[in-house]
T-cell receptor, first 111, second 114 residues
Framework: NAGVTQTPKFQVLKTGQSMTLQCAQD?????MYWYRQDPGMGLRLIYY???????DKGEVPNGYNVSRLNKREFSLRLESAAPSQTSVYFC??????????FGPGTRLTVT | QQPVQSPQAVILREGEDAVINCSSS?????VHWYRQKHGEAPVFLMI?????EQKGHEKISASFNEKKQQSSLYLTASQLSYSGTYFC???????????????FGKGTLLTVNP
């Protein structure tokens, strides 16, 4: 039982490049989330998916797109990376018990 | 709007107590508490629901004052393993079911020294 997995763990991009962060969970959870964490800012919700086939914007969605591929997988895409998107990205999932389970995170640097 | 946490940082000796506060400008349905150790993912501690009871987890407990839109996390007889950053997450909408759209505070860094 792996919980929530994220790939890659680290990534360096140049301004303007695109990439997709992958997230998968094996807990049969309905809801999945993408957060970014910047020093001194806490966790900020980018997008979330209440259930398979639905997605919705969080606090800071600009510059990102998401896809809920199936119940297990929720990906985050940066179409044209900017230095302001340098951050640690966490994926999380939750079931009916309210608790959110977080993945190990992806550390992204945009130069 | 982000809830406000206080203090921003606290340093304790092992065995001492601490209180971390979380205050919101909106009426709340629930407050969630998480702990994050350096370089790791946040881990759920507890949730407090409107109209619910005070919750406890080991020697960590919390309260929720709905009228004041505040929650407090109590750490008693702190252990070295309690070190980390504590975040409160607030849900003003009552998403129901498994969908909780949380707004997190900026965190409180707790350091427990021997």
């Amino acid at each position: 039982n792996a919980g929530v997995t994220q790939t890659p763990k680290f990534q360096v991009l140049k301004t303007g490049q695109s990439m997709t962060l992958q997230c998968a969970q094996d807990m049969n959870h309905n809801s999945m989330y993408w957060y970014r964490q910047d020093p001194g800012m806490g966790l900020r919700l980018i997008y979330y998916s209440a259930s398979e086939g639905t997605t919705d914007k969080g606090e800071v969605p600009n510059g990102y797109n998401v896809s809920r591929l199936n119940k297990r997988e929720f990906s985050l895409r940066l179409e044209s990376a900017a230095p302001s998107q340098t951050s640690v990205y966490f994926c999380a999932s939750s079931g009916w018990a309210y608790e959110q389970y977080f993945g190990p995170g992806t550390r992204l640097t945009v130069t | 709007q982000q809830p406000v946490q206080s203090p921003q940082a606290v340093i304790l000796r092992e065995g001492e107590d601490a209180v971390i506060n979380c205050s919101s400008s909106k009426a709340l349905y629930s407050v969630h508490w998480y702990r994050q150790k350096h370089g790791e993912a946040p881990v759920f501690l507890m949730i407090l629901l409107k109209g619910g009871e005070q919750k406890g987890h080991e020697k960590i407990s919390a309260s929720f004052n709905e009228k004041k839109q505040q929650s407090s996390l109590y750490l008693t007889a702190s252990q070295l393993s309690y070190s980390g950053t504590y975040f409160c997450g607030t849900d003003p909408e009552g998403g129901g079911g498994s969908n909780y759209k949380l707004t997190f505070g900026k965190g409180t860094l707790l350091t427990v020294n021997p």
